[in-house]
């Protein structure tokens, strides 16, 4: 089954630091583009950031940008994002998402599976 | 950065009804769109990418039309199931921003 399971969040004071993980199964994660996706409590989607499969390209939004790192270990199929100076506005459920590619005359990407979700919550 | 502004935010709509929600995009994003469906304390699944092609398992009541700045998504005969929060997402450009949402409730 192919799957996407997230650790690492917890309650964390302003400030403070977290690392959060994902654990990929039954697929070649080595193959794949991943994503992290965060939801505030009652609020929508935000895309944080993007790494390639092989690592060499990173993107980040620009409200974690220098403060989040994301990063991954195929050897381990696992993906992490490195939080820290953690603000109350970064509380959310953090997912990652695979990126998968469907092409025909021309590529297109989508997120296609998405792990359950782990809960950040920054506050004093 | 691409905005995309969806309409309207709230549906309320009943079983076996046709409905329709817009994603627009602050600039063109050619086909690089995907729709989303959410259930409470659920993550995202799915539902269509490259504007108008329905992702696998998705049933057929589900279409996505649209290419450059106006997108639409249909559900063309509502099921219970149906009844959750949909989101659009380009994926055009960094960083690759959503829909505020459509909740769809049930009347």
């Known amino acids: 089954e192919v799957q996407l399971v997230e650790s690492g969040g917890g309650l964390v004071q302003p400030g403070g630091s977290l690392r959060l993980s994902c654990a990929a199964s039954?697929?070649?994660?080595?193959?794949?583009?991943m994503d992290w996706v965060r939801q505030a409590p009652g609020k929508g989607l935000e895309w944080v950031s993007y790494?390639?499969?092989?690592?060499?390209?990173?993107y980040y939004a620009d409200s974690v940008k220098g403060r989040f790192t994301i990063s991954r270990d195929n050897a381990k199929n696992s993906l992490y994002l490195q939080m820290t100076s953690l603000r109350d506005e970064d509380t959310a459920v953090y997912y990652c998402?695979?990126?998968?590619?469907?092409?025909?005359?021309?590529?297109?990407?989508?997120?296609?599976?998405w792990g359950q979700g782990t809960m950040v919550t920054v506050s004093s | 950065d691409i905005q995309l502004t969806q309409s309207p935010s709230f549906l309320s709509a009943s079983v076996g009804d046709r409905v329709t929600i817009t994603c627009r995009a602050s600039q063109g994003i050619s086909s690089y769109l995907v729709w989303y469906q959410q259930k409470p304390g659920k993550a995202p699944k799915l539902l269509i990418y490259a504007a108008s092609t329905l992702q696998s398992g998705v049933p057929s009541r589900f279409s996505g039309s649209g290419s450059g700045t106006e997108f639409t998504l249909t559900i063309s005969s509502l099921q219970p199931e149906d009844f959750a929060t949909y989101y659009c997402?380009?994926?055009?450009?960094?960083?690759?921003?959503f829909g505020q949402g459509t909740k769809l409730e049930i009347k």
């Open positions: 998402a695979r990126d998968e590619t469907y092409c025909g005359d021309d590529c297109y990407p989508a997120f296609d599976i």
């Open positions: 039954g697929f070649t994660f080595s193959s794949y583009s």
């Open positions: 790494i390639s499969s092989s690592s060499s390209t990173i």
């Open positions: 997402q380009q994926l055009n450009s960094y960083p690759q921003t």
